[in-house]
């Protein structure tokens, strides 16, 4: 494991969401998928970026000094020419306000499993653990395996966050150190679903097949998109090939938000959802129901 190293853009503690009790979660930089809806935009690059936040900007120039190919530039306000940066980090430096961070650092496995570690007594006092997420936390399968592992012989329970779209072959090292699956299904159609992610769903579906014949612990995540993917033979014909795969299983919707429209802009991008509206808590309640009528163990994630 020595001079293994994973790229990363956050590690979040004290998480609730994304498995039992109280967790530190992982986030791995770098995913297959490029969804519409994404609140982690800085997660889809497996490289670091420049991440800008304008209301934090005095316009000084010092990023624009220190930028050594000139990729930085003042016209009223900053100006970032992306193809000419390479996230060198020296105008973060410069920046007085925190204005400019990278999204994405490179760390030694050993350095990671460090600093999740401090947060241990709350994992044995809570039942929680640690949850590996992204991005998609099997594009680096080494790194994912080798924490894992650290993290199952100190005991700990853990928890892989995935969209599903990966080689069965980047999984299967990792998984006897797996006690639980948190698995995106966002579109059963393979058109619509490239349409929305940029990649078909094919081995989204395969994998989940594999996972839930190996017996290992899942649950199904389903983000509510109105308009998109919540249409009522959508959601028919998605609880019923739940409930044949798996007889109830456990599906949790997780409602449309607008949380990574400013993530977006401070990258550089445009937020193709942002005219989208949130369901509303009725349309919520009723997509649990119809799923639950199925025979799904659904809920819907706050």
Known sequence: MSGLRATIFEIE??????????RTVVFFKGCPLACQWCSNPESQASAPELFYQPRRCLACGRCAAACPRGALGLDGSLRIDRERCDACGRCVVACNTTALSLAGRDLEVGEIFAEIRKDEAFYRASGGGVTFSGGEPTAQPRALAALAGL??????????????????????????ALDLILFDVKHLSAERHRELTGAGNEPVLGNLRRLLAAGKPVVVRFPLLPG?????GHLQELGEFLAGAAPGIRIDVLPYHRLGNAKHGGLGREYPLAALEAPSAERLAEVRDRFGALGLAARIEQ
């Not at 998109?228 to 009522?232: S, T």
């Open 151 to 176: 993290c199952r012989e100190a005991g700990w329970h853990t928890c892989l966050e995935t969209c599903g779209y990966f080689p069965w072959e980047d999984l299967a090292e990792t998984l006897p």
């Open 13 to 22: 503690r004290f998480a609730l969401n994304d498995g039992p009790g109280i």
């Open 228 to 232: 998109i993917n919540d249409g009522a």
